[in-house]
């Protein structure tokens, strides 16, 4: 599971509708692996990404190399988008947990594949 | 503007038309046509493009298009068809000294290979003088007589001249062929069909692209094919795994679209955990929900409500709550047909930007099928509408397109959904009804024994017969599922 699908997931268990975004990871193994450059498919992102989210969940895997505040020339700063492609795209999870910081929710990340499943409790 | 003959694949025919609008939409070409002109009986349909270029950009990834040809005349016999393009010779000089070939095509009927040369022959007067190049023509003339799809009319109707531009992508059906793939399921959407749905879907560079009933990942596979980046969840995660080498991974690597296929997430749509984003999150939805022929739709939840726990579950194991274990897996119950379709629409409503494109299969009973079936919604638009028959059923695979912002409001209108026995006061169902029990119900699937007892009922006592005969059939399955639920 890439970063960039990790930053579009937030917490649905049945009614934890508030701090339900960014899921907290915990005991991730992440992994490195290359991708083409698609600068389209970034441009398009930009506006659909939490950056601040990112940037925090980023710092606390000690990921550093992305700016705090989304350069105002985002879409056309080839440096940039060079980064924000190598931290989204090719930096993937294959194991650990992401919890929940309003409900302690936790959903498995195992074999790179995230469990988003509710206990039929939580639906 | 010049004229430019088209000569679709004799297959889909109902697709080839929203196919060849949604490839214009993708060029950013502009088009016109007679629509009176065209018919599902013939594969030829002549439209007005402003230009050669313009027209061969409809053919990067067309699936139902076999060939785009430069119209340089038609007629209703060899003589007419001569005539006509006698009539422009300002269209020859260009191509008097280039390698060339003629090709003469026949569709429906055989032009004999004797004849041939006489015919190319008859063509002289355009007096190319350029190499005859059989192997690697820079250009290829066509001669074509079409004789229709009646295969005792032995006498070709119209005949077409003019400069081919190309062949579309059919060859892709054969690179996406399902038995050549390594990771495929019961489930699997056949090659070509996955392909037209991601044109349908306007897939391309930049674009996110998102399959809620992700199965084996056809549709991942076939948009990022186009460029499209995709992602995919089912309720199964099973399937998403797959089986040591054979998994959704696995063919994205085969297809080379690894660095495109973002991810595969375990989850029920109707309990996605995708975050709202103001505008929608996703260009496009690209899916073949389960319809319950050979895989039954689920969902979160059981059956009997009642029964459901409100409260985490404590597990077997002292202290410790089942949802917690690693191999917890949630209960799940059937999923009406009408109801996925009537949620898969309020999702696309929710989550698909503004002119982002909702694709997906809608099986129907042929019977009992009108177009009140489809689910509608104010900000959905129906582009496109095209049927796959299979005798008493059908699929249909639907393209609707966001036309504006959800208001938070409106929900999806259709004809009622819900339990047959419990809404007696709206006596139309929806034809996908209880899609599942009908389909079995017409004996496509049923033992040969099944069928001759139904047969039999009805040769010794009609329509009462037969009736009498499924009402037990029924009762026996309603006392086998209660067996199975005890």
């Known amino acids: 599971m890439r970063l960039i699908t990790h930053n579009m997931l937030q917490c649905h268990v049945k009614g934890c509708n508030a701090n339900n975004f960014p899921l907290e990871l915990q005991e991730v193994v992440l992994e490195q692996e290359e991708a083409e450059l698609n600068e389209d498919f970034l441009r398009n992102m930009l506006g659909k990404l939490e950056y601040e989210a990112l940037v925090a969940t980023c710092l606390k895997l000690d990921i550093n190399d992305l700016p705090a505040t989304l350069p105002a020339d985002a879409a056309y700063n080839d440096e940039f988008l060079q980064i924000l492609h190598r931290v989204i795209l090719e930096t993937h999870i294959k194991s650990g947990k992401m919890i929940c910081p309003n409900c302690q929710h936790i959903y498995n990340v195992r074999d790179g594949i995230p469990n988003m499943l509710l206990a039929e409790h939580e639906v | ?486």
């Open chain 2, 1 to 486: 503007m010049p004229q430019f003959l088209i000569q679709f694949a004799q297959q889909h025919e109902e697709f080839r038309l929203p196919e060849l609008e949604a490839l214009a939409t993708i060029e950013n070409v502009r088009m016109t046509y007679n629509p009176d002109a065209y018919s599902l009986e013939s594969p030829f349909l002549i439209v007005e493009i402003e230009s050669a270029e313009k027209a061969a950009q409809l053919l990067n990834r067309a699936i139902l298009i076999k060939t785009i040809t430069e119209l340089w005349g038609t007629g209703l016999s060899w003589e007419e068809l001569i005539d006509r393009v006698k009539e422009h010779p300002e269209r020859w000089p260009q191509y008097l000294q280039v390698p060339f070939k003629f090709s003469v095509v026949g569709f429906g009927g055989t032009i004999e290979m004797k004849d041939k040369p006489e015919l190319i022959d008859r063509f002289a007067f355009t007096g190319f003088m350029g190499k005859i190049d059989l192997k690697n023509p820079e250009e290829e003339f066509l001669l074509i007589a079409d004789y229709g799809i009646d295969p005792n009319v032995k006498i070709a109707h119209t005949f077409y001249m003019g400069r081919l531009i190309g062949h579309g992508k059919r060859d892709l059906i054969e690179k996406f062929n399902v038995k050549k793939r390594r990771y495929i399921g019961n489930t699997t959407m056949d090659a070509e069909l996955s392909l037209i749905m991601a044109n349908q879907a306007l897939c391309g560079p930049g674009k996110l692209v998102y399959d809620p009933f992700v199965g084996t990942g056809s549709f991942l596979m076939t948009c990022a094919h186009f460029g499209a980046t995709t992602v995919g969840s089912d309720i199964d995660g099973r399937q998403i795994r797959g089986k040591g080498k054979a998994s959704i991974q696995s063919n994205s690597e085969q297809y080379g679209v690894k660095d495109r296929v973002l991810d595969a997430l375990v989850f029920d749509v109707c309990h996605a955990p995708w975050r709202r984003v103001k505008g929608g999150l996703f260009d496009a939805i690209v899916t073949d929900p389960p319809y319950g022929v050979r895989a039954g739709a689920k969902t979160l939840g059981r059956k009997d409500p009642t029964k459901q726990a409100t409260g985490p579950r404590m597990a077997v194991e002292e202290g410790v709550h089942a949802h917690l274990l690693p191999d917890y897996v949630p209960p799940t119950k059937p999923y009406e047909m009408s109801e996925v379709v009537a949620d898969l629409l309020m999702f696309a409503v929710k989550n698909l930007v503004r002119g982002g494109r909702l694709v997906y299969w809608l099986p129907t009973v042929t019977e009992d099928y009108t177009i009140d079936d489809l689910p509608t919604h104010p900000c959905m638009e129906l582009i496109s509408n095209c049927e796959q028959a299979f005798g008493q059923w059908s699929r249909r695979l639907i393209t609707m397109e966001k036309i504006k912002d959800w208001d938070g409001q409106a929900v999806a209108l259709g004809p009622p959904t819900g339990d047959m026995n419990k809404s007696t006061t709206n006596p139309k169902q929806q034809g996908h009804f209880g899609f599942r029990d009908r389909y079995f119900a017409f004996g496509i699937v049923e033992n040969a024994k099944r069928k001759k007892e139904l047969k039999e009922a009805y040769h010794k006592g009609g329509p009462a017969a037969v009736a009498a005969y499924m009402k037990q059939i029924e009762q026996k399955k309603k006392e086998e599922e209660n067996q199975q639920q005890e």
